[in-house]
């Protein structure tokens, strides 16, 4: 709702946007820091003097106790409701490897697995083969032809796979072939809805059939599964949506993948580091993109680990590339996670999520560092992550007045 | 919303569940508290223990500025959107004598009323006759029978009775016979839809005739009048949304009605106070349920009375109760109200009603003490009485992530 109507009002000229992401940063009391969080433990001036001439808040990605996935939380923090704009497992494994889906992709998870002699399924998993030789089977399997569809095979970690099928009238009504027991042969590839799945079943059955003569000899991967079809349906985009010329610079192919749904270009980061990435804003800003989304990865990764002194360096070395961006000439600045990932639960979490919002006209004055507790006591509140684009653009002067 | 990804998300294993609700528990400043609330007042060195450890917020029943009734003030709380979820007065009488209702069952209010010799009606309320008077007049229904349908009359107080009836094919598109006004007569029994009636019309109408037969040479209450009829629906169980393995411990029949209407099992109070209802909160835990509502009704009846005094002994006495809560082993306690009574009202009012989590991964160390001021500024904020039921899942694990 909120997001329609930002878009209705949406202006095509305004401030630049640089919405800086340091995934997962949100966290809960550590004990070895005496109950404090990593962002109040950690030593961070820069952020410290944007909070002070900033204002700050908290957004909920999702809803109040739900966890997001790196998808769900980037997509809310970009303006899109994810509970509105879901992404398909299938999908998301593509993204995830940095694959450009396009609009009536069919995408599929794939799990090479063991079969018996009797073409029962021994183990799922195929014994959770070396990435190595998951690379070797997906190269062979890539030849694999069928009229009228082009397929692409790719390769994701151990005995996971995935395969994206392009061509017309694809649907993604098709049970998985993956019966999720060992003893019990693969499905057949079967529609799940009364019509209209006619082609996918046999493109997808074609390929199966295909793909298990290139395996059968195989050891100890002599067989695939195919389960989480997902049609891709392109996300209206940035611009669409908001009039924006947006740019994605992040290390990540998970994160760049689900910056392109939305329409993001990506910019390079080179050496691959914030000083990289920070040079990749201040070039996009340069080629004339007014919105630019920043990601930094280790935040999340530290706190996935559990691990409270690293995930502090992190915050740390990001506070060090404050100036680099500030001198990038953004006219807002935005500071966020996508979700909150405590070190003690070492998973995304449902907590709210620290907001900084710096530029534009702004009740600041508020606030004096950007920590969890006085995020929660911010003069922007508690919000939807969707809502957030609405609040950059109207402090980028983007957004019309409502009604006369 | 929230709550349908909740119930999508939710997981059939995870930490055990304590609701503990102190009815009507909000409350304002009482002048002679020196601008205290209740929960100011009140010594409560086991909340503030709690309070310390977890997480405070406050949440809405059902919006903001709007005052509720026990009965959506529950359903809130358990995770049911009460303006979703609504429950017909002819239903909540019969649920608040404690009447099972079944899907289907016909609810009315029945009025024992004066008619005089014309027909007309001189009391509607037949000068209040006492609930000894009103139960004989019941007794002397009850046998009234009419084919193919079941009937129940049930006394409630006063000149207040009930009636159900059950059977197939009963509609609620029916109006009042009651026309609200002395010098009337009772109305006919008429549709209030073009179709679908015709049957609940016809076992009404024979009902009312048969009953007013009986009833037409009493004194006082020589006639009846009925309205509220409210076809009752089996809502969506706790455990078919969340996979819980529900139980209520309550003392009066209005809550247990409403716990009953969530699928909610009950376990019986010995004695009849919150010792008992620890007790029975604990068995529950034994006989393997995972989530557990435990109502304490008094704090409402003194805020009802206006009582401050009281009510500050009622909450004192729900802190001592505490400990032995704590001690049943529960993995998240939340102490809340179903709505606040604000003692100088004495009345339900729409005031947000304090929340207290403990347990789980939290922001703790915020709040020092259960208050509306405290709560207010809480970790957990300002959310929909709704919303609860997944802060709660997610506090005791059982919701998995929302996307990947």
Redesign the interface.
């Known amino acids: 709702m909120s997001s329609n109507l930002a878009s209705r009002l949406s202006l095509d000229h305004g401030g630049k946007i640089l919405l800086a992401v340091m995934d997962g940063v949100g966290d ?2 550590i004990p070895e820091f005496d ?1 404090l ?1 990593p962002l109040e433990k950690a030593v961070t001036p820069n952020l410290d003097k944007l909070t002070a001439t900033g204002v700050l808040g908290q957004h909920l990605p ?11 939380g980037h997509l809310s923090i970009f303006g899109y409701d ?2 509105e704009y ?2 398909g ?1 299938g999908a ?2 593509a993204l ?1 490897i940095g694959f450009e889906l396009k609009h009536g992709d069919l995408a599929a998870r794939i799990n090479f697995c063991t079969l018996g002699d009797n073409g029962v399924i021994l183990d799922r998993r195929a014994g959770r083969i070396s990435t190595e030789l998951c690379n070797e089977l997906v190269a062979e399997l890539k030849p694999i032809a069928i009229p009228g569809v082009e397929i692409f095979v790719e390769p994701v970690k151990e005995h996971r796979a995935c395969v994206i099928f392009r061509g017309p009238g694809l649907s993604e009504s098709i049970h998985d072939t993956d019966p999720g027991l060992v003893g019990e042969k693969p499905l057949p590839v079967t529609a799940s809805s009364s019509s209209g799945s006619e082609r996918a079943v046999h493109v997808v059955s074609e390929f199966i059939s295909k793909a298990s003569e290139i395996l059968k000899d195989k050891t100890p991967a002599n067989g695939l599964l195919l389960r989480g079809f997902a049609l891709h349906e392109d996300f209206p985009t940035l611009t669409g949506l908001y009039k924006l010329k947006p740019a994605a610079v992040a290390l990540y192919p998970m994160y760049r993948g689900v910056a392109s749904l939305v329409g993001m270009e990506q910019f390079q980061s080179n050496p691959a580091d914030l000083s990289g990435e920070i040079q990749a804003a201040d070039d996009a800003l340069n080629a004339g993109r007014d919105f630019v989304f920043l990601h930094h990865k280790y935040t999340d990764s530290s706190g996935e680990d559990g691990d409270h002194e690293r995930k502090v360096a992190e915050i740390e070395k990001f506070d060090r590339a404050v100036p680099g961006l500030l001198q990038c000439g953004f006219d807002v600045i935005c500071i966020t996670g996508d979700h909150s990932t ?1 070190c ?2 070492k ?6 999520v620290p907001v900084l919002i710096h530029g534009g006209p702004q009740r600041t004055g508020w606030s004096s560092r950007f920590t ?2 006085e995020a ?2 911010g003069a922007l509140g ?1 919000f939807h992550g969707h809502e957030l684009m609405s609040l950059l653009l109207a402090a980028a002067g983007r957004l019309a007045k409502f009604g006369a």
């Not at 999702?62 to 769900?72: A, F, L, M, Q």
């Not at 998973?347 to 709210?352: K, M, R």
């Open positions: 809960i009391p109950g969080t999702v809803g109040r106790g739900i966890t997001p996935g790196s998808g769900p994810p509970v879901l992404v497992r998301l494994a995830g405590p003690p639960m998973l995304h979490s449902w907590h709210p969890e507790k929660a006591a508690t």
